[in-house]
């Protein structure tokens, strides 16, 4: 079993920087592949990034060239570093953990545990 629970979210300006971190208890984090996910006001929730067990990472088109997620399996936690934020960013960010470790994965459904969600809220 694995808990997690994510932090670092807040309001921002248009163009602003956040950090979010997602902290793991139960297990290593070394044992997943690791994923952010969001959920806006009235949408389905949307893949933002994965990051596997040795680093290979995905991301949604929307996150490109702006979002990085990093990991440091040390202190178990994971970061996503979002830049040159929008107003469609604006939405609850949710940590997930994913068994399968050796790949990182965009499929919501493949992610075994879930944080409880950081709210990012983008004013243009």
């Known amino acids: 079993q694995v808990q997690l629970v994510e932090s670092g979210g807040g309001l921002v300006q248009a163009g602003g920087s956040l950090r979010l971190s997602c902290a793991a208890s139960?297990?290593?984090?070394?044992?997943?592949?690791m994923g952010w996910f969001r959920q806006a006001p009235g949408k389905e929730r949307e893949f933002v990034a994965s990051?596997?067990?040795?680093?290979?990472?995905l991301y949604a088109d929307s996150a490109k060239g702006r979002f990085t997620i990093s990991r440091d399996n040390a202190v178990s936690t994971v970061y996503l570093q979002m830049n040159s934020l929008k107003s469609e960013d604006t939405a609850v960010y949710y940590c997930?953990?994913?068994?399968?470790?050796?790949?990182?994965?965009?499929?919501?459904?493949?992610?075994?545990?879930w944080g409880q969600g950081t709210q990012v809220t983008v004013s243009s």
């Open positions: 997930a953990a994913d068994k399968t470790y050796w790949v990182p994965r965009s499929q919501a459904n493949s992610y075994d545990y």
């Open positions: 139960g297990r290593t984090l070394s044992s997943y592949t």
């Open positions: 990051m596997s067990n040795h680093g290979t990472t």
